[in-house]
């Protein structure tokens, strides 16, 4: 894995490159998508975006674990979880790019 990490700034040129709205309009747009994802998110529903993938939030219940220096049992608390699942033409895009 090469580390590259892609950032909102480098969205939002990428959108003003492609679409050719200005840099604003763009960086506007960016957010405006960004917020509608994570409102939806948060109020339970399930986003999915063609030939990309879905995103759900799962709540995951209450369990035992344990604490790996002491051993002791620590109990932990329910709580909700973001879940990503890709579609399968991007798995089939991210696996055609193995042989680079």
């Known amino acids: 894995m ?3 990490t892609i950032t909102r700034a480098q969205l939002s040129e990428a959108v003003y490159q ?3 709205l200005s840099r604003n309009e763009s960086s ?3 957010e405006m998508v960004l917020n509608e994802i994570s409102q939806a998110l948060a109020e339970g529903a399930a ?3 063609s030939s990309f993938g879905s995103f759900s939030v799962r709540q995951k219940g209450q369990r035992v674990g344990r604490n790996p220096k002491t051993g002791d049992e620590v109990p932990i608390l329910p709580r909700k979880v973001l879940v990503f699942r890709p579609s399968q033409q ?3 895009q991210i ?3 193995l042989g680079d």
């Open 18 to 20: 492609e679409v050719g």
């Open 28 to 30: 506007e747009l960016l």
């Open 90 to 92: 991007l798995k089939a």
């Open 95 to 97: 696996n055609a790019g």
């Open 47 to 49: 986003v999915k975006i």
């Open 2 to 4: 090469s580390g590259h």
